[in-house]
Structure formats: C-alpha cells, structure tokens
C-alpha cells in the first residue's frame, strides 16, 4: 500500500496529540479513569470479531488492562485514603511489589518473543531492562497529593533505553503498526517532559499503551489504513538496531548496578524536580 508521506505526518500527528491528551485526562480524573478502564474488558467481543489470536496478543492485552484497572483503584484508594476491607486491599504494601512485577513481566514476555524472531540482541537488551528496573518499594509510589500519581523513579537513560527497546521490538513483530506504536512510545516520552516531572514515565507509558491495544483489538483495519508502515522494514535495520540496543545497554547496566554499590542509587534514580515527590 503505498501511502504518502504527508498522510503519515498527518495521521501520525493527530494520534500523538491524541495520546497526550488522554494521559492528561486519565491523569488528573483518576475514578473516572477507572471506569473506563474497567468498561474496556466489555469489548472483548470486539477483539475476537477483529480476530486478534495467539497468545502473546491475548496475554498483551490483559496483562496491560488488569493492572490498570488495579493501578487505578489504588490511585483512588490511596489518595482519597478509603476505608473499608475493598479499599484497604489496595493499600497494602505488596501493591507496589505487584505493580513492580507487572513492568518486569511485560519487558519479559516480549523479550521472549524477540528470541522467538531471532531477534536476540534486542531480547538481551530487554532482559538487562528488566533487571534495570529501580526496585520496589522506595522507588514506586503512589502520590497523596494533586492528581494521585502513579510515581516510578527510572532514569531518563532508562526511560530512553525502554524506548529504543520496544521500538525495535515493533519493528520486528508488527512492522505493519510500527507507525503507530511510536506515536504511543513518543507520547510516553513527551508527558513527563513537557510536565517536568520524569517520575511519571511508567504510568504514561501503561495509558498509552492501553489505549493503542485496546484500539488495535476494537479496530483492527485503522492503523494499516492510515499508516502502514510495512514497507519500512528492513532486515538490515533490524539487525544493527538489536546490536545498539544491546551495546549501548551494556554500560547502563554497570552503571546502575554501581550506584547501588556505592549508596548512591537515591540520588542517581531521582533528578531534579522528582526529588520533591521523593
């Protein structure tokens, strides 16, 4: 399908504006973001009229809705500090380690299917982004305060190195929405710097990727209608782009593990202006 350039900066454009706008939404009206989170499994005909199959798609898609659905009832519950045997559940202390695992899971799963395309430099790369992880419980939070905030303190090295990773990994498994996957990994990018406020990354990058999967399973035909980027693959491209991600993470890796070493990891994994939510 041949597809004009300024139709994929048009198209390209308004859904990373789009984008941007639902994570401010969802952001600053938390109970009815639960609910809409929670209407999104009722589309579940949808996804199977659409003919989403196998199981990594089936897994992507509850393994990012369920743990926003979980995400929000504890935004809810911590900050308006709820009482009552429902509510309390959400503010115990595994939450944080569970929210933790879920990001750790879907690094993993996907890695797994980069090994499975033979992309492995790409799948070491997502393997060290699982262990780069800062750990629960000091570095993931939920605010009191403003907006109830999901707050997890990566570095914007890691912030960018997740991004490259999963671009990549796109690349290979559905080159057919790699457009429209990097609107989604942009926008994830973009919120927290145009807030000032890195610490928000994570919780961007799961409403973001929620919405584009939720709308991939509804509308299967939109995205290749509007910016197939099939005819953007390259073998050559992806296997040099596995090898960066892989060399460029190496020392990343060293890096991170050092601060911990030397008690410094604190003030390494909380920068400027997420200090105050520190």
Known sequence: MDIPVWSYVLSMGIYLVFLLLLVE??????????????????????WIMGGVEGWFRWAKNFSILIPIIIVS??????????????????????????????LFLNIMEASIKDISMNNYFNAICGFLL???????????????TKYADYIAFTTLSWNLLYTT???????????????SSLCIILAAELYP???????????????????????????????????????????MVLKYWGIINFIVIIPYTGWYFWQYRIGNAEKAFTRGRSLEAF
């Open 25 to 46: 939404f969802m952001r600053k009206h938390h109970k009815l973001s639960a609910i809409i989170w929670i209407a999104a499994l009722f589309t579940i005909p949808l």
């Open 73 to 102: 009832f504890c935004r809810i519950s911590t900050f308006e500090k709820k009482k009552g045997k429902f509510w309390e559940f959400f503010q115990k202390g595994w939450i944080i380690r569970f929210t933790y695992a879920i």
């Open 130 to 144: 699982c262990a780069t992880i800062p750990l629960p419980k000091k570095y993931f939070k939920y605010s009191t």
């Open 165 to 179: 990773w999963n671009a990549c990994f796109v690349y290979a498994e559905t080159p057919t929405y790699f457009a």
């Open 193 to 235: 710097l145009i807030k000032r406020k890195p610490e928000l990354y994570i919780m961007a990058r799961s409403q973001t990727l929620g919405a584009h999967l939720l709308i991939r399973s509804c509308l299967p035909l939109l995205f290749p209608s509007v910016m197939n980027a099939a005819a953007w693959q390259n073998p």
